[in-house]
C-alpha cells in the first residue's frame, strides 16, 4: 500500500510539475503545497500514529520537512546548473568537479539531517515507528532520485 500511495504521489508530483512550468510563479507555490499534503497524508495513513503520538511526532515532521527543503533546493540548484551547462555544451572538467563536489556535500547533508533527526524522533515515537517513518521517508525520496535520474541526461 505505501508503494501504490507514493507511486500515485510521485506520478501526480510529474504531471503537476509539467503543468506548473508553464503556468505563474504562484501556481508552483499552490503545487508545492499539494504535495507537501499530499507527502503527509501518506506519512499519516501509513505510520498509524495514536493521538498522543501524533500530537508529538508531527512538529518533528514539519522541522525535518523544513530542513529537508533546503537541501532539495540545493538539489534543485545543482540541477538548474548543470542543464545550464547541458544546454550550451559549456561544462568541462572543472565545472564537473564543482558539480561533482556539490552532489557529495549534498549527500552528507542528508545524512547528517537524518542523524540529527534521529534521537529527535525516537523521542516522540516508538523505535519501530520510528523506523517505520524513516522508511517512508526514504521510499519518497528514493522515487524522486529515481524520477531525476530518468530525466537528467548524462555529462558529455
Not at 538539489?75 to 556539490?102: F, P, Q
Not at 525516537?122 to 530518468?150: H, S, W
Amino acid at each position: 500500500m505505501i508503494v501504490k500511495t507514493m507511486l500515485v504521489l510521485v506520478a501526480t508530483l510529474t504531471v503537476s510539475l509539467a503543468w506548473a512550468q508553464d503556468t505563474p510563479a504562484s501556481n508552483m507555490e499552490i503545487l508545492k503545497e499539494k504535495v507537501r499534503a499530499d507527502k503527509k497524508l501518506v506519512v499519516a495513513v501509513n505510520t498509524q500514529l495514536t493521538d498522543s503520538e501524533a500530537e508529538a511526532f508531527w512538529p518533528v515532521y514539519d522541522a525535518y520537512q523544513a530542513e529537508l527543503a533546503q537541501i532539495n533546493e540545493r538539489i534543485r540548484s545543482l540541477i538548474s546548473d548543470y542543464a545550464a551547462a547541458y544546454r550550451t555544451n559549456t561544462l568541462d572538467d572543472a565545472g564537473a568537479r564543482k558539480l561533482i563536489d556539490e552532489s557529495l556535500a549534498i549527500e552528507q547533508a542528508e545524512v547528517a539531517l537524518k542523524k540529527a533527526y534521529v534521537p529527535k524522533l525516537m523521542a516522540v515515537l516508538p523505535a519501530k515507528k520510528a523506523a517505520r517513518y524513516l522508511q517512508i521517508e526514504n521510499k519518497i525520496r528514493a522515487l524522486g532520485r529515481y524520477e531525476l535520474a530518468a530525466a537528467v541526461p548524462l555529462a558529455e
